[in-house]
């Protein structure tokens, strides 16, 4: 019901910057929160940040805080994350997700389970 295609990664240097897109179709009204996770190799795929649907919540992981913005374009109904100051520690696959609905108990919106959709990934690679 909810068709999520990001764009964006690429290979950068360590300093640099980049934006992800994730551009949302189908069923977006019943979109409540969008989030964005990582996976690095060997690693499980870890919270990076999450909006609400209407923009006014933003959640960010500990580890990007300060450098990673997330933000919504509710016109192309298109989710970014703007990423600046990167570190060869954000190498990862960046994955786009939408919730449908609401969740419950400590660390909401931040746990893999609690999103229903989800995009393909996109590759991050930042070096040294």
């Known amino acids: 019901q909810v068709q999520l295609v990001e764009s964006g990664g690429g290979l950068v240097q360590a300093g640099d910057s980049l934006r992800l897109s994730c551009a949302a179709s189908g069923r977006t009204s019943s979109i409540y929160f969008m989030g964005w996770f990582r996976q690095a190799p060997e690693k499980e795929r870890e919270f990076v940040a999450a909006i609400s649907w209407s923009g006014d919540t933003t959640l960010y992981a500990d580890s990007v805080k300060g450098r990673f913005t997330i933000s919504r374009d509710n016109a192309e109904n298109t989710e970014y994350l703007q990423m600046v100051s990167l570190k060869p520690e954000d190498t990862a696959v960046y994955y786009c997700?939408?919730?449908?609905?609401?969740?419950?108990?400590?660390?909401?919106?931040?746990?893999?389970?609690?999103?229903?959709?989800w995009g393909q990934g996109t590759q991050v690679t930042v070096s040294s």
């Open positions: 997700a939408a919730n449908v609905g609401s969740c419950r108990g400590y660390g909401c919106y931040e746990k893999q389970r609690d999103y229903m959709y």
